[in-house]
């Protein structure tokens, strides 16, 4: 009677253990040390990875797209400028071109430096992600910069300084045109050429795009730098007697100073748009220096030496050492970040040169009179300028 009820036990427990085993079968499970060495571990499934290690072989492929926008400034790199000038210049003592007359004695110095005008040249081009490495090529000149003296005399008693006791003109002594003088006219043309070619490196943030937390920036620079001095003083010696022809001595000096230079760029920002700007450099190079004399008549017809024959027109050359300092100052409306306009004044000192007033001669009697370069003086270019800037 019992055999039923066990039957119906043993149903109930084959039951259970199905549904155990069929739970089981639902649920993954990892495999077990005793699995992985029974089928080998090669053939054993990497678990799903969702991003790749970047160190994977350890090579890093490259930034994430996105991840550098906005580390570099979007300043333009170009800009270029062009102002205008006014300057003018010191002279040395000057030398007497008569003897006195009547309390009058005109002199080279007579022949004042005057303000004329001149251009002012740059161009440059940024460098490197953050822009604080920039290139500039700098040029200004002053041109015709000189002026005018004269002394005349109703008696015709001017006597020239110097006299030629040496020289002939036209096939007569040239005492007869620098004796006995209605008149004389000292004159001066002097030029100023300077270029520049400078690297710059800037400290903090470029000047146009100062941020509000900063008002100053400072940059170094170096570089080569050319600057020449030339002077030209003429002296017209017009004769009692109106037979004969003026006759011209002329005096060009010329220096070109070469060499490296280095200097700063300094700039404050005291207004949102205005910058106050100092620059000074420093130089010390070679000068090559020359002197050519001559007297010569209006047309060209040059006075001869008695003793060779050979025309009165001696150049001659000298190579020392000089030196140059100069200060910008100035100040700077930055009106967009395109677009700058200026207005500062310069001074430029330069030493150890030689100038047309210290080779006036005394006395014309050979070539050897004429030659050689008397250095050693100094003079201060120095005036204002006004103009602009863009970038691009």
Do not use: C
């Not at 006597?159 to 001066?188: E, F, H, W």
Request: glycine letters at 12%; aromatic letters at 10%; a negative charge.
């Amino acid at each position: 009677m019992r055999y039923p009820a066990a039957r119906h036990r043993v149903a109930a427990a084959a039951l259970l253990l199905w549904a155990a085993e069929t739970a089981r079968a639902q649920v993954p499970t990892a495999p077990t040390a005793a699995v992985a060495s029974d089928v080998g571990p090669g053939a054993i499934a990497a678990p799903p990875v969702y991003v790749t290690d970047p160190r994977a072989g350890d090579v890093f492929a490259a930034m994430p797209v996105g991840m550098g926008d906005g580390l570099a400034p979007a300043w333009p790199r170009w800009f270029a400028g062009a102002s205008g000038l006014v300057m003018t210049r010191t002279l040395p003592a000057g030398s007497a071109t008569m003897q006195p007359l009547g309390g009058v004695q005109l002199s080279t110095d007579d022949a004042n430096a005057n303000w004329p005008g001149g251009v002012d040249l740059h161009i440059g081009r940024w460098f490197g992600m953050r822009q604080q490495h920039a290139v500039e090529f700098i040029y200004w000149g002053v041109y015709q910069l000189g002026g005018t003296g004269k002394a005349t005399s109703s008696s015709a008693a001017i006597d020239a300084i110097p006299q030629a006791p040496g020289v002939t003109v036209a096939g007569q002594p040239a005492s007869a045109y620098l004796t006995n003088l209605s008149s004389q006219r000292i004159s001066r043309a002097d030029i100023i050429n300077d270029i520049e070619i400078n690297w710059v490196y800037s400290l903090w943030d470029r000047p146009e795009f100062l941020p509000r937390e900063r008002a100053v920036s400072l940059m170094w620079l170096a570089g080569f730098r050319f600057f020449e001095v030339s002077d030209q003083l003429t002296l017209q010696n017009s004769p009692g007697d109106v037979s004969l022809a003026d006759l011209d001595l002329d005096v060009a000096t010329n220096n070109n100073i070469f060499g490296a230079q280095v200097g700063a760029k300094f700039d404050w920002r005291f207004l949102p748009r205005l910058r106050l700007n100092i620059v000074p450099k420093f130089m010390i190079g070679g000068n090559a220096i020359t002197n050519t004399s001559s007297l010569l008549q209006a047309d060209g017809t040059y006075g001869t030496f008695t003793n060779d024959g050979s025309p009165v027109k001696v150049h001659s050359t000298l190579g020392v050492f000089s030196w140059l300092g100069s200060v910008d100052t100035g100040v700077a409306w930055d009106v967009t970040d395109h677009w700058s306009l200026s207005m500062g004044y310069r001074v430029v000192g330069v030493g150890n040169i030689a100038q047309a007033d210290g080779q006036w001669p005394g006395t014309i009697n050979s070539a050897a009179s004429l030659s050689g370069i008397s250095a050693g003086s100094s003079t201060i270019v120095h005036g204002g300028f006004a103009g602009f800037e863009g970038r691009y």
